[in-house]
């Protein structure tokens, strides 16, 4: 029994597994070290659990858009615009767009769509690594 003709996959299986799973989840976990050891720290030493709790719920909302719009794509229904999920991403959302990515199979081969997201990957680090390791000073030249 087969997916389909020509295919070696068991049809009870469904989709083909995901490349690289290993690297994959090694690069989340990279990724994701800064924001959480951030957030966690600020939490732990009492000044505030905001950044932990907009990182946790801007990524759960990332991977239901996503999945939603993944779902609607194959559905020809109403789509989440790239405007949102990018919005999304850059208020905290990235690791969860990320994650919804890899699982869902959806927005990766969008050169444009992946080079804004890698961007907004690459601020958040940025930030990050200025705020716990030198002293804030880019957060200190953003107009707030």
């Known amino acids: 029994m087969t997916a389909s003709r020509g295919s070696s996959r068991p049809a009870s299986l469904g989709r083909p597994p995901v490349r690289q799973l290993r ?3 090694l690069v989340l976990l990279l990724l994701c070290a800064l924001p959480v050891y951030g957030s966690a720290s600020l ?5 505030t ?4 709790l907009v990182l946790i719920v801007m990524s759960l909302l990332a991977f239901v858009l996503y999945r939603h719009d993944k779902r609607q794509a194959g559905s020809a229904g109403q789509r989440t615009s790239e405007n949102v999920l ?3 991403e850059l208020l905290g959302g990235w690791p969860g767009a990320l994650l919804a990515q890899q699982v869902f199979r959806h ?6 769509f992946q080079v804004v997201f890698w961007l907004i990957v690459l601020v958040h680090q940025a930030l990050w690594i200025d705020w716990l390791f030198l002293g804030k ?8």
């Open 23 to 25: 690297l994959k989840i």
């Open 49 to 52: 659990p905001i950044p932990a």
């Open 137 to 144: 000073r880019l957060v200190q030249l953003l107009p707030l």
């Open 43 to 47: 939490w732990l030493r009492q000044v």
């Open 86 to 88: 990018h919005g999304v």
């Open 107 to 112: 927005k990766t081969r969008k050169v444009s």
